[in-house]
Structures are given as structure tokens and as C-alpha cells.
């Protein structure tokens, strides 16, 4: 069974039963966790809570080079990681060596930040002098999610670290590898206790976690409901919490665009992790003029796309993460399907081993359906005929969610009217990119709480006080 990773070393679970991590190309088993005790959390947190003075002690130079360190680990043993994530989260190869190369790239970037973020000062009237001073906020629980637990897992490290916070990160029971193996071999030259792993599920590990009294920061990525819960936790003690949570992202395509360069960007957007991103597309909206021939060349695209392991070469997309991830899109689909959508392609399970469903396009879904409401998080494409650019802003906007937009449009008028109007906290121009190294985003409605990205995370994770000095009385 593998074992937690407390104060420097690896530790095995106090007790409890275990966790069976499934691999979801084949369903068959390749690990086993511990399901988390309360014991296991306390050890955990306390070993963070002793390292947490010595490592806020240090220079943002200091801090610096450990994170440069951790990065270049990260890059030396890619392979090893990335190997990991295709064995347990069933993404193709490319995909994971992408996410560990983003993962070093984000720390390293931060390691930057955490010297050269600074406040500024104002002198006063009185001639006083007027700046804010930071310091971190001790220990830091992290939730980590399945779909990106090296890059996502990174994302909420390296940050906590760089403000010079202790950190408990607890990954997914679903995808505890590689989180694992990279916080022992990227990060294990830290102090003992300054970045420790929690295996185990929610009810078991991570409720007491988000409860506990000298966690000082939780992070979490992940589902609403979740995340909902995790608010509610931290609110009644008045804990900061920042929380990047569900979406049902819109991508508006408009009838100045190359229809080819339109689709491309549709079809990578929409079923890279086989659609299990947060910022995944998952409401197509398409100007009348090409919407037909748009629908017909993202069928056309999702239909030769090939589904198979992670680890085969000729792979385009490979599974879900589990059955139950799966039924979900399959009723998602099934219910359009009978309130009188048209499924274009795909629409039902891969027979055989693994979690596998093929992509799928729909149209015709009426506007209250789970699969136009809800989050799906599956490589389902639902294609809205609308009349104009107005019209596309305005069903993207008809969501409790709101997490980030994409827009295809060659039109610079309208560009500047969906970055006004769209709300949402990150805006795509023609592009799927974004989290340049710096930048920031702060979700909308029911997608979140805080700012994730850039200096502004590194302000939400530390504490800031206003500083009023005069040279004398």
C-alpha cells in the first residue's frame, strides 16, 4: 500500500482500510492507497506547523532557489511522470508530458514572482511613509483534482511555497501517483515537513483537513458541490479559502472566421483529456450563416479522432476516469438524445475494457437540459444555432457559471464587445491558451472564489498589513 509522505519521509497510515486506484484504460487495479484517518491528518499538519517558521524565515531569494530546484527535477524526470499520469489518469502521452513541462514552467515561474512581486509605497501627508508588508500565512491544505494532479497539484504548491507557506496537499484518491512521486522527487529536498502528501478520499481525510484548526489556507480545484462544501467549512471559522470550481464554458464562433482554423481549435479544446477540463468548451455557439458547415467539419474531425490507452502511440483521446464519470456523460447524452436532440456522432460507451466514450456532437438541445446546464465533463460538443454575435453573448452569459469564454472571430469590434460583456473570468481570443506567466483570473457566479493565478494568488495566500511610519514623533 503506498504511504503518505510526512516530515520528510514516508509514513504509513495510522490505520483504516484502502483505496483501490484503478487504471482507466484496462479497469484493472494498479495501486492501493489508505483511506486517510483523522490520526494521519493531525501527524500531517503538525509536521507542516513546525516547518512552517524556518521556511518563512528564508529570503524570497532563498525560497527562489528551492522552487528552481524542484523545477529542474521536474524536468529531469518528465518521463517518470508523465508516465504515471497515463498509467492512472489514462491521458494520452503527449498530453502528460505537456502537463509535467507546465508544471516546471509554473514553477519556475513563481519562484520569479516570489522576488520580484512587490508593493508599492506613498508618502503620506504628514510625511509618513505608506506600504504594505506581506508575510505568509503558515500552513496551506491542498485539494488536488484528478483530471491535472501534477499541474494542478504544482499550480497550488509552488505558490504556497514561494510566500513561504508549509503546505498538506492531499491529491485525488483517484490519481495519488504521480502527486506522490513528484512531491518526494521534485520537492523531497525541501525541510523536512514544508510540503508533506495526504492519501486518502474526502469523507475520510480531506473533511478533517478543511476543518482543521491550525490549517491557516485551503486551495481547492474541483467539482461545486465540493467546493460549496469546502466554503461553507472554512467560512464558519472564518478561514480563507480560494476555490476554482466547475464551468460550463461557452465557444462563440462567429461568420468572419477561417471555418477550418475554427473547427482545429474546436476539436483541441473540446476533447483534450477527453473533455475532463474545468475550462473545457461545453456550449458551442455559431453565428447562422456557419453553423451547418461548422457542425458538419466538427463531426467530421471527432469522427476519425482515435480512442485508445494513453500509452500507444497513434492515440488521440483516451478514456474517462471512471464508470461513474462516465455514466455521467452517458446520461447526459441519452437525455438530449430522447428530448429530441440530434446526436451527430458518438453518443454511447465503448464497449469493452477501460471507461471509454467516443466524441460527440449534438444539436437541437433544448436549453434546459442537463447537457446545456450542468457540467458534463466529457468530450460532448452541444452545437447552438444562434442569429448574431449579440445573441451568442447573451446565451453564454445565461449560466450559473462562470469560469472562462472562448471566442473565434476576426472582427476586432467584437472582440472588444465579448470581453466587455462575457461573464466570465478568463476571455480566449482564437486561441486556448492562457495562464501566461503573471497573469491572474477571478471566476464568476458558481465557478469560484479568489483569484488563482499570478501575484494575485500569492496575495491570497499570504497576509498583508498596512504599514503607516514616521521617521519620529
Known sequence: MLTHWIGGKAVPSAGGDGIEVLDPATGRIIEEIPRGTAEDVDQAVAAARDAAPAWAALTPPQRRAALLQAAGALRAERDRFARLLVEENGKPLREALAEVDAAAGVTASYAELAVHARSGAQQGGTGELNFQYRQPRGVAACIVPWNFPVAVGVENLAPNLAVGNAVVIKPSEKTPLATRELVERAFGHLPP?????????????????????????????????????????????????????????????????????????????????????????????????????????????????????????????????????????????ATARSAGATVHCG???????????????????????????????????????????????????????????????????????????????????????????????????????????????????????????????
Open 347 to 473: 453518443g454511447e460507451p465503448v464497449d469493452g475494457p477501460g471507461f471509454f466514450f467516443p466524441p460527440t456532437v449534438i444539436t437541437n438541445a433544448d436549453t434546459d437540459l442537463p447537457v446545456m446546464t450542468d457540467e458534463t465533463f466529457g468530450p460532448v460538443a452541444p452545437v447552438v444555432r444562434v442569429a448574431d454575435f449579440d445573441e451568442a453573448i447573451e446565451r453564454a452569459n445565461d449560466s450559473r457559471f462562470g469560469l472562462s469564454a472562448m471566442v473565434c472571430t476576426e472582427s476586432a469590434p467584437r472582440a472588444m464587445l465579448a470581453l466587455e460583456r462575457l461573464r466570465a473570468g478568463m476571455i480566449k481570443i482564437n486561441t486556448n491558451r492562457g495562464k501566461a506567466p503573471g497573469a491572474t483570473s477571478e471566476p464568476f457566479n458558481a465557478s469560484g472564489l479568489g483569484h488563482g493565478y499570478g501575484v494575485e494568488f500569492l496575495h491570497e495566500l499570504s497576509r498583508e498589513k498596512s504599514v503607516h511610519w514616521r521617521s519620529h514623533l
Open 193 to 333: 515537513g514544508t510540503c508533506n502528501v495526504l492519501l486518502g478520499d474526502g469523507p475520510s481525510a480531506g473533511d478533517h483537513l478543511i476543518s482543521h484548526a491550525q490549517v491557516d489556507v485551503v486551495v481547492f480545484v474541483g467539482s461545486e458541490r465540493t467546493g460549496r462544501h469546502i466554503a461553507e467549512v472554512c467560512g464558519r471559522d472564518l478561514r480563507k479559502a480560494v476555490v476554482e470550481l466547475g464551468g460550463k464554458d461557452a465557444f462563440i464562433v462567429d461568420d468572419t472566421v477561417d471555418l477550418a482554423q475554427a473547427v482545429a481549435l474546436a476539436k483541441v479544446a473540446k476533447y483534450t483529456a477527453s473533455g475532463q477540463i474545468c475550462t473545457s468548451p461545453e456550449r458551442f455557439f455559431v453565428t447562422g450563416r456557419v453553423f451547418e458547415p461548422f457542425v458538419e467539419e466538427l463531426t467530421a474531425a471527432s469522427r476519425a479522432m482515435r480512442l485508445g490507452p494513453g500509452a500507444d502511440e497513434g492515440t488521440d483521446m483516451g478514456p474517462l476516469i471512471d464508470q461513474t464519470q462516465r455514466a455521467r456523460v452517458t446520461e447526459h447524452v
